[in-house]
């Protein structure tokens, strides 16, 4: 039992690190740019915690003969919640690499949907160590019905950057950080694909 305990530890220190990071995204405030080199060495801060978690949990992965559910599944799971923290600190790199403090009204669409993810992802978690598979399920549809919100998001953003946008620099700068933002919400959809493949084997 204490071999379950580490890995229930493992994989809800991975989703809480994630949340954390997805709440400190959406509620910072930047003003100047002396705010985006605080912004992004925060989140690097986060994905880093993200990696030493991530090793711990390979190293505990190979000296354990029986896991709680299989094995690479765990590694997917934790390497698809790992992913989501990259993608948001890469998003934050962006913003600091382009001096971005104007924030607009997609980038905090964008940061709402991708909040509601991440709790959606540390629910399930911590239905996924009680064995709670029906309600994971439901939580794997609202994450995929965020990633569909986030695409139209996407589209609408770029679109609106073409027509208001003169300066061509400009227009690739914040069509990388829309994309960027896209990106992670990609990257949750897999978290709930991974979920989904694991309620499938268990449930």
Same mark, same amino acid.
């Given at each position: 039992?204490?071999?379950?305990?580490?890995?229930?530890?493992?994989?809800?220190?991975?989703?809480?690190?994630?949340?954390?990071?997805?709440?400190?995204?959406?509620?910072?405030?930047?003003?100047?740019?002396?705010?985006?080199?605080?912004?992004?060495?925060?989140?690097?801060?986060? !994905?880093?915690?993200? +990696?030493? =978690?991530?090793? $711990?949990? #390979? /190293?505990? @992965?190979?000296? &354990?003969?029986?896991? %709680? *559910?299989?094995?690479?599944?765990?590694?997917?799971?934790?390497?698809?919640?790992?992913?989501?923290?990259?993608?948001?600190?890469?998003?934050?790199?962006?913003?600091?690499?382009?001096?971005?403090?104007?924030?607009?009204?997609?980038?905090?669409?964008?940061?709402?949907?991708?909040?509601?993810?991440?709790?959606?992802?540390?629910?399930?978690?911590?239905?996924?160590?009680?064995?709670?598979?029906?309600?994971?399920?439901?939580?794997?549809?609202?994450?995929?019905?965020? !990633?569909?919100?986030? +695409?139209? =998001?996407?589209? $609408?953003? #770029? /679109?609106? @950057?073409?027509? &208001?946008?003169?300066? %061509? *620099?400009?227009?690739?700068?914040?069509?990388?950080?829309?994309?960027?933002?896209?990106?992670?919400?990609?990257?949750?959809?897999?978290?709930?694909?991974?979920?989904?493949?694991?309620?499938?084997?268990?449930?």
């Amino acid at each position: 039992m204490a071999k379950k305990g580490k890995f229930t530890t493992y994989l809800t220190g991975i989703s809480a690190n994630l949340k954390e990071a997805a709440d400190y995204f959406s509620n910072y405030k930047v003003n100047v740019e002396e705010d985006l080199e605080i912004f992004a060495t925060k989140m690097k801060e986060y !994905e880093h915690k993200g +990696d030493e =978690i991530i090793h $711990e949990v #390979i /190293k505990e @992965l190979n000296n &354990t003969f029986i896991t %709680p *559910i299989e094995r690479e599944d765990i590694l997917l799971l934790v390497n698809s919640m790992d992913d989501v923290l990259d993608e948001l600190e890469e998003c934050a790199a962006l913003f600091e690499m382009y001096n971005i403090t104007n924030i607009n009204q997609y980038m905090l669409d964008f940061v709402k949907e991708i909040k509601v993810c991440a709790n959606e992802i540390v629910d399930s978690v911590e239905l996924l160590t009680t064995k709670k598979y029906k309600e994971i399920r439901e939580r794997v549809i609202k994450i995929n019905a965020i !990633e569909s919100t986030c +695409d139209v =998001i996407e589209r $609408e953003s #770029i /679109k609106n @950057l073409f027509l &208001t946008e003169k300066d %061509p *620099i400009r227009i690739i700068q914040y069509k990388e950080i829309y994309e960027s933002f896209e990106e992670v919400a990609d990257a949750c959809e897999v978290v709930a694909n991974t979920l989904e493949t694991i309620i499938m084997k268990n449930a």
